[in-house]
Structure formats: structure tokens, C-alpha cells
């Protein structure tokens, strides 16, 4: 690593050293940019990594909600605004038992290179809550987000900062949360997005992240001359972005053979079909959190219980689930099984070592912040329609949405390719976002 950025992940180690996740995420970013570094004085004259690694601001609130036996329930909240050089805050809210001030430091630093990949004018932002949606009423679901919007409402805004959904926020929670800013701040305008279709929603947002995933590794396959058809694929998960990849993977005709939860995953080798890839809504909807009802309704599909769908051989592998969910062993386990690439599409989903096995081996690996950018940037696109009032077809919407994935692409193959033709999609992808925000932040001074 660059002299000067070990100095400041150093730094950043000795003042947090229990922040691991958030430490992570500047570590892999902090091993990519040592070239860019070199090449540019000014970026250590003017202390942008000290700068970069440091939230413009972190909200951190109390939520307290009644339950459905009228008792108080009380839960941390927060805003982390991290960086504001390109655009408005943005990036999601995650409602998960695992979420702390580490994880949305990491989510915010990863969305703020994400966002700037898709050159659209976001700068980037995260939050969310231990609240854990598991087997919660809508109406304690309601009562929730009514009071994380109390406090929230005052510090976000069309032009200032504008959450989303991410793990545990989907439709149903943006629809309460969006009501009660509304209350709050007497104005109907765009500052969630992922909104229903009637009241401000793009068309296909629900779909971008995992369609703009599928389009990347298109891209992926097509530099090999390959393409997807017949490919077989392991996915991880079974939430909004596992389903939205599912969904384009099987209409381009690729075999998608797993789906997983965590209480285990799903074998099915006669691979997803339309109606199988609709039950995943079904499952979701039950929020219980669990994929194992799947072979009980689809013969074809076996359950394997406790286990990750890692250790099954596929051409593809996509973890769509949560951060540090394929590790060293599981990535491994595919290379024993002859994958033939990796696309992260869940946010920071490899640990380190998973991530050096791959490329070590040479296969073609992909971050999240490159394959799952087609999410916001069609967040951006919902923020474009809301500010024209306006709203787009939906072909519209997936033209642009293409058109970003192989911007996001071609930025990766410029500035990831290494001197033997491999393509070092993690150099390529933080280079190409580091330099847009390095630039901002030097041309807008202190
Ligand atoms: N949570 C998604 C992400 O990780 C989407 C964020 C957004 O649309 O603002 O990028």
C-alpha cells in the first residue's frame, strides 16, 4: 500500500480499532489508488484521504415504537452523511439487527465511489437501524418507521439527502416512511426513492439493482467472448436484488440453481423458472426470513440446511445477500469447482482473502460498488422524473440503466487492465471513483 494511505488507514485504525467492517472497506479501497496517489501531489497537500475517511456528519438518534402488546421498544437510528462532493447525500436505509456505526461507515464510504461510477450527480450516504423486521406486524413495522422518521425528516431533503430502500426497507417501509415525512415537512417531493409507482416510483426500480448486475456480467462474459445463455449460476439470497438478478439471468436464459436464506440455501438443478422466481416474492412477504418452504412447494428443489451455495459447482457465482458472506474457504471451494467468474452484487460480500483467492486464480471478480450500481443510478433516474414531473416508460428507463452498467464497465477495463490482459475489476472500479471524487473535493476546497 501507498506510504501516505497506510498512514491514514493507520490513523483511522488507531482512533476505531473496533470499527472492522468500516476499516475493511477503506483497506480495499486505500490497496487500489497507490498509482493515483503517486501521480498526484496535490491529493496529500490537500489531506484527502484524512478527508475522505472522516463522515461529513453522523446522525445518531433513540427510536422508540410501541409493540403490539403496547410495551416500548426502543431502537438506535442513524444518518451517516458521508460525503458530499458530487451531489446530494444518497445511498439506502437498512433495518437489520447487525447494523451498528461500522457497517453504515463501510456502506457510506462504499456508496460515495459507487455513486460516483455511475457519473450521475450523487455524492453518497447511509443509515438505518437494529431494528430487525423479522416476524414484526405491519403495524409495529409502521409504528417504527413513523418514529425513525421524527427525527430524520430534519436532516434529509430532495437536494440535500435522500435515502432509500437496502436489507429489511422495501416498498412497504418507504411507503410509511415517505408518508410521515410528509406529515412532517408539509411538501410531496422526491426525497425517497424506491416509491410506489403511483405516488412518484420509476418503473423498474424495484428490478435495477439486480438487472444492472446481470447487464455488467453480460459485459463480464463478453469480454471473453462469451455470453450468458446457459451459463449456470449460484445466487445467494432471496431479497429484492437476488430476485431482480434471477429474473433477468432466467429470461436471457441462463440456469440459475440456488437461492439462500439463513437457515440454509436451495439446490434446484432443473433451475429457476418464471413461477419459481415470483415465489421468492411469496417467501419474502411470509417475513420469516427463511427459503426452506421452497422445497416443499417445488419438488425439483432441495433444501440443504445450515450450509452456503458456495460449495456447488456453477460457472457463476453472485452473492446477493449481506457484507463478508463468501469468504476464503467458499471462494476456494469454487475455484476447486472450476467457477468461471465471480460478480459481487451485495455490498463488500467477499472478505479480503476470498477477493485475493479469486484473483490470485485470476478469475474475473467484480465489486459490489461496480456490479450493483444499477440500484442508485436508477434511484437517480426516479430523482430525475420526480424533479421534471414527470415519469419515464419503462424501456426508458432500462436504456439508461444498460447504458450506465457499460459506462460502469468500460471505466473498469480502463483503468483495472493489467500488463498481461487480466482484468483487476476492483483497481479499475475504485481508481475510476476515487478520481471523480478526488477531483470535487480539491476543486471545492475547505
Ligand atoms: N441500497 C442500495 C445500494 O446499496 C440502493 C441505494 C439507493 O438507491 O439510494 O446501493
Redesign the pocket.
Known sequence: MNEYAQRVLDLRRSQAPWELEYLQSVTEVFESIGSVIEADPRLERDKILERMTIPERVISFQVPWLDEKGEIQVNNGYRVQFNSALGPY???LRFHPSVNLSVLKFLGFE?TF?NSLTTLPMGGGKGGSDFNPRGKTDHEVMNFCNSFMRELFRHIGPDTD?P???IGVGAREIGYLFGQYKRLANTFNGVL??KGLAWGGSLVRSEA?GYGAIYFVQHMLAKKNQEIAGKKIALSGFGNVAWGAALKATSLGAKVITISGPDGYILDEDGLDFEKVAYMLELRSSGRDIVAPYAEKFPSGKFIAGRKPWEVPVDIAMPCAIQNELNGEDAAQLVANKVELVAEVS?MGCTPEAIHCFQGNKINFAPGKAV?AG??AT?CLEMTQNASHTYWAAEKVDARLYMIATGIHEACVRNGTEVDGYINYVAGANIAGFKRVAEAMLAQGI
Open positions: 444518497k445511498g439506502g456508496q459507487k435522500v432509500a430502500g437496502d426513492t424506491g439493482t455490498n450493483n440500484g442508485v434511484s
